[in-house]
């Protein structure tokens, strides 16, 4: 039996830690194809928990890419990732800002043509440079340095962006909520993690100066209601002027219904109706007190509780359903399972109050 260890740091000010380690032995990359076996057979398979922060980023670009090949051109589909466990010491942004750079930097390399064989490239070139650096200092016997090796301190400087080609290739794009967390990711997201030279940021809301003519996929990363109506007019214009070349356009943890902003009334139903709805969930992940939420498409919704007992996985596999449960019913799989309630299944209803909450905990999730 594979075990699985996982350890995610909740966040910058805890030292609280969760480790997943599935019990059941499945293999991700193979159940990640479309290619074999009946929609029935796949949709019966549960979903594994990954093993770490990075190889969950690479199954959501793994599945991402498998989902382009069989949506065709203009798919839509969502991603989900939360390991907050209802910590709310930052925001959905920046509680997931590690991931999307992981995830990025994964899909650029699975979708792009071109991308890997040039990063591959660069850290070849940067190993030559420290070699050559390192010969001609020791050869260096003026205190005034060449040209040569200021030459070769820039090159490393700029983690080889300088010896670089201007890109001709595709391009992806990522939509942050505003300008100024654009602004931020120009500025961090650097190549020395993530392959930027085929990587485009922009905002949603205020004038789109951008050329997105080379553009092949766009995210939109942690869009609030606020933005739903740009978000929305921007992804209906992208699908018309790139409809023979925009492959997806993914959603990461997306809030556009909000009480305050579009409500839960018309606007809201009507907003879900014509963007929400149609995103197929290629990948979920979010921790519980207890355990965790996870889905990989085609896979199953699993939801997976910690087991001391378990001395090889930590990990035990309590429920799998081809559908995300709400929160209220998540918990109720956990009641029964540890016998503080009766089969979920078999009741025919949670109350009224219940059945409140299960509307509003699932209109605030979407």
């Not at 942004?93 to 071109?114: D, N």
């Not at 997806?248 to 839960?264: A, E, H, K, R, W």
Request: negative net charge; aromatic residues 10%.
């Amino acid at each position: 039996m594979v075990v699985w260890n996982m350890m995610l740091m909740m966040n910058e000010k805890t030292t609280t830690v969760m480790g997943f380690a599935p019990a059941a032995v499945i293999s991700r990359r193979s159940v990640s194809s479309f290619s074999t076996g009946s929609t029935s057979s796949r949709m019966a398979i549960p979903t594994d928990l990954p093993d770490s922060l990075e190889d969950a980023a690479e199954i959501a670009a793994l599945s991402t890419k498998d989902f382009a090949a069989v949506s065709g051109l203009n798919g839509r589909c969502r991603v989900d990732f939360d390991t907050s466990v209802g910590d709310e010491t930052y925001t959905t942004l920046k509680a997931s800002t590690e991931f999307m750079q992981k995830y990025v930097s994964a899909l650029i390399y699975a979708m792009v043509p071109g991308a890997l064989e040039r990063t591959q490239d660069r850290i070849m070139t940067l190993s030559q440079t420290r070699i050559e650096l390192q010969t001609a200092l020791a050869e260096e016997e003026s205190e005034e340095e060449s040209d040569r090796v200021n030459e070769l301190k820039q090159i490393l400087a700029s983690h080889g962006a300088s010896t670089l080609k201007e890109w001709e290739g595709p391009k992806i794009r990522v939509y942050f909520p505003d300008e100024g967390s654009a602004a931020l990711a120009r500025r961090d997201w650097t190549l020395e993690f993530i392959p930027t030279f085929c990587l485009e940021f922009s905002s949603c809301g205020g004038i789109q100066w951008q050329d997105i003519s080379k553009d092949i996929v766009h995210l939109y990363f942690c869009p609030k209601a606020s933005e739903s109506e740009f978000v929305e007019e921007a992804l209906n214009t992208a699908e018309v002027k790139l409809a023979d070349q925009l492959k997806l356009s993914i959603f990461v943890n997306p809030n556009l219904v909000d009480m305050g902003v579009t409500g839960f009334g018309m606007a809201g139903r009507m907003l879900r109706e014509r963007l929400i709805d149609n995103l197929v969930p290629i990948y979920y992940l979010r921790t519980l007190p207890w355990g965790a939420l996870t889905r990989l498409y085609p896979n199953q919704f699993t939801v997976w509780q910690e087991d001391t007992d378990n001395e090889e996985t930590g990990y035990r596999m309590i429920k799998s359903m081809d559908r995300l449960p709400s929160n209220p019913e998540v918990e109720d799989i956990y009641d029964f399972e540890n016998g503080n309630a009766d089969d979920p299944s078999q009741q025919k209803g949670f109350g009224l109050l219940d059945a409140i909450g299960d509307f509003v905990l699932g209109m605030t999730r979407l």
